[in-house]
């Protein structure tokens, strides 16, 4: 009977972990490092698609809040404006209306009327120039809308104010597009 040795066959090939690692990247990836590989690139992807869209959306919807902005500043501005150089209020008389008119020192510019068309604040001078009230001319632009426009006659002993109350809106087909401002004053004629 012979005794099975203990000791290992010397004449079998050692692979020492050199050539072990040279051998695997000879074969290339398994099945389960491409799945990961392909899911930590896919994660990666999904994150920039929706970086990407909030950066777009985020844009889009700070130019909506500044074309909102700068339309209700400058309309507020030249309706003040025009109120504080009047002489006098042609309408309202009394209450409130969605029409102003008024009677300015420069007899070219009468009367002065300023009112809402279209969803966009327009005003009008006189009978002749380049903005007669026969063809008035734009305050807001077009990617806005005026969704509120009132004027109110609070002249009291002597004291000629006239409060308005204005509402600029912009509508998108998302709910974070959209945007409304409004803005109130009230505005004293200048004293003769």
Do not use: H
Not at 178 to 191: D, H, I, Q, W, Y
């Amino acid at each position: 009977m012979k005794k099975k040795s203990k000791i290992k066959n010397l004449s079998e090939p050692k692979v020492l972990p050199s050539q072990w690692q040279k051998s695997k990247l000879k074969r290339g990836f398994t099945l389960i490092e491409m799945i990961l590989y392909i899911a930590i690139v896919s994660i990666f992807l999904t994150g920039l698609v929706y970086f990407t869209w909030d950066l777009i959306y985020g844009r889009l919807k700070s130019y909506i809040q500044q074309e909102v902005n700068q339309n209700i500043r400058f309309a507020s501005a030249r309706i003040i404006y025009e109120i504080r150089n009047a002489k006098s209020v042609n309408s309202p008389t009394s209450g409130s209306s969605e029409t102003l008119s008024l009677t300015m020192s420069d007899v070219n510019r009468n009367p002065t009327i300023i009112d809402v068309a279209n969803g966009r604040l327009r005003i009008g001078y006189g009978s002749s120039g380049t903005c007669p009230t026969s063809n008035p001319c734009y305050l807001t632009s077009n990617k806005v809308s005026l969704s509120e426009l009132s004027f109110s006659n609070l002249t009291k002993d002597g004291s000629k104010n006239i409060k308005f109350t204005l509402t600029v809106s912009s509508f998108g087909d998302r709910e974070e597009l959209n945007k409304s401002e409004t803005f109130e004053s009230a505005v004293e004629l200048r004293p003769d």
